[in-house]
């Protein structure tokens, strides 16, 4: 482990803490987990000349990042907490089978931060977010190219995302949310129209949205294939490397202390996902983050083939046909962090992809997944610097979209820290927004 104690103490040309940080040299940034946002993160920091080093606890892209739907979907990035959701709250939340499913046993825990996500599912509050998440998503898929071009291989898709729905009012409701949003390029799809587009769907269905940009990626390959390039790149990545804490000096952190050394930096992000209060906490800035907990299935050597990239509207499922694999996604369960695995949300799942693609399971191995979401109550990530300490930055809270947002987030967060300032507004995303609402 190289500690390079000539430039531990440095300080910054800017004072850390207002505009930027404004290193002399190559920053020495320390990023704190190894899912798509912290590669993404590290990725881009290189980029901009930072030394990087990065701490992961397990493996990297194993969380979070791996077994979800991949979905690149800059047009459908809005915030969790919506108009009209606290009704279908209501219906679903003691329901296991359900879309969204809160586990009585931890509500209790999390009173607080169910009531400020309550709060939110207001229109202003999510028309706000959606023009945050608009800014911030809108280079992410000129940075996949990007990345690819870059030489990180990836299996990727661009024929967009099909949305399927059973009941025609739901189809009304989420295509009057698209054009208030004034998303597109779009089709709209009468039920024979649907069918001809993806003829492995059941009959029955009421039509559906063609939304022409979006993309998918193979999650897993994304990590991975990052991860690749930076080491490469001499990028040192440690795993099995838990940062227990933040060695802290006055209002700036030099070092972070695994069971094993301390690697000093300049400044440090918590790319630590859902996890990433307890490090905040220590550095005197705890995040409302909340772990939402999703399931996937995926089939190898699916016996069907799909022609797209599907979401199942009425029973808010994913489908995303890979090179040789199927995977199912969906469901949000709060139920504190915890990997338990529970079998009526899976089957509820299968079911739910079943019922709208008959077979869909069908094929070779069936592998299950579970992976927490980082949940903040207003919807929106949280990027940027801790409030009470100079030079730790976070980057997690991203929800249901750190896969579209990963390139946009770790391109803001290396300018942030190596220019001092972000092209894209970060402000929606401080932090201090939570403190601030006290
Ligand atoms: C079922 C499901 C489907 C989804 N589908 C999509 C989709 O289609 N499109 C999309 O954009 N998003 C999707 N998402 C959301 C997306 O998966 C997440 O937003 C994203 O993976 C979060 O990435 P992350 O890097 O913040 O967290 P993680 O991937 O969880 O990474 C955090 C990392 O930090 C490490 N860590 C934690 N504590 C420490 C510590 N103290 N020291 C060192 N390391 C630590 C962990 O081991 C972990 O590897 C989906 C999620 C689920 C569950």
């Known amino acids: 482990m190289v500690a390079r104690e000539a430039r531990a103490g440095e300080r910054p040309v800017q004072e850390a803490g207002s505009a930027g940080c404004g290193y002399n040299s190559a920053v020495r940034v320390v990023v704190i987990g190894g899912g798509i946002i912290g590669l993404l993160c590290a990725y881009h920091l290189r980029r901009l000349g930072a030394e990087v080093v990065v701490l992961e606890r397990q493996r990297v892209g194993a969380a979070c990042s791996a077994g979800n739907a991949g979905w690149v979907t800059p047009s459908i990035s809005t915030p969790v907490p919506a108009p009209g959701l606290r009704t279908k709250m209501l219906r679903w939340m003691l329901r296991p089978d359900s879309p969204l499913y809160i586990r009585p046993a931890a509500a209790l825990g999390m009173l607080g931060w169910l009531l400020d996500f309550w709060k939110h599912c207001n229109a202003a509050d999510f028309s706000a977010g959606a023009a945050a998440f608009a800014a911030l998503a809108a280079d992410t898929l000129a940075l996949y190219d990007e990345l690819a071009a870059d030489g990180v291989e990836f299996e990727s898709r661009s024929d967009g995302l099909l949305m399927a729905f059973r009941d025609p009012a739901e189809q009304a409701e989420e295509l009057a949310l698209l054009e208030a949003l004034a998303y597109?390029?779009?089709?709209?799809?009468?039920?024979?129209?649907?069918?001809?587009?993806?003829?492995?769907?059941?009959?029955?269905?009421?039509?559906?949205?063609?939304?022409?940009?979006?993309?998918?990626?193979?999650?897993e390959q994304v990590c991975a294939a990052t991860a690749e390039h930076l080491r490469r790149d001499g990028t040192r990545i440690e795993e099995t490397c838990e940062v227990e804490h933040l060695l802290l000096e006055g209002h700036r952190a030099h070092a972070a202390k695994t069971p094993t050394e301390e690697v000093e930096a300049d400044a440090f992000v918590i790319a630590t996902g859902a996890e990433a209060s307890r490090l905040a906490a220590q550095c005197g800035s705890p995040l409302p983050l909340q772990a939402g907990k999703g399931y996937s299935v995926t089939i190898t050597r699916p016996r069907i083939e799909l022609r797209y990239p599907l979401y199942l509207g009425s029973s808010k499922i994913g489908v995303t046909p890979f090179a040789g694999a199927l995977r199912v996604a969906g469901t949000?369960?709060?139920?504190?962090?915890?990997?338990?695995?529970?079998?009526?949300?899976?089957?509820?799942?299968?079911?739910?992809?079943?019922?709208?693609?008959?077979?869909?399971?069908?094929?070779?191995e069936a592998v299950e997944w579970v992976g927490l979401r980082p949940m903040t109550p207003d919807g929106l990530p949280?990027?940027?610097?801790?409030?009470?300490?100079?030079?730790?930055?976070?980057?997690?809270?991203?929800?249901?979209?750190g896969v579209t947002l990963a390139p946009s987030t770790g391109k803001a967060m290396a300018q942030l820290i190596v220019e001092g300032r972000s092209e894209v507004d970060l402000e929606p995303f401080a932090a201090s927004r939570f403190g601030r609402r006290g």
């Not at 709209?188 to 993309?215: K, M, N, Q």
């Open 382 to 401: 949280i990027l940027g610097r801790l409030a009470t300490c100079d030079n730790v930055f976070v980057a997690t809270g991203h929800q249901m979209l």
């Open 332 to 364: 949000m369960e709060l139920s504190g962090i915890n990997l338990r695995l529970d079998g009526r949300r899976v089957a509820a799942l299968k079911r739910g992809a079943e019922r709208e693609i008959p077979g869909v399971l069908a094929g070779g």
């Open 184 to 219: 597109g390029p779009l089709r709209v799809l009468d039920a024979d129209e649907l069918c001809d587009l993806e003829p492995a769907l059941a009959s029955g269905l009421a039509g559906g949205i063609h939304i022409l940009p979006e993309r998918c990626v193979r999650p």
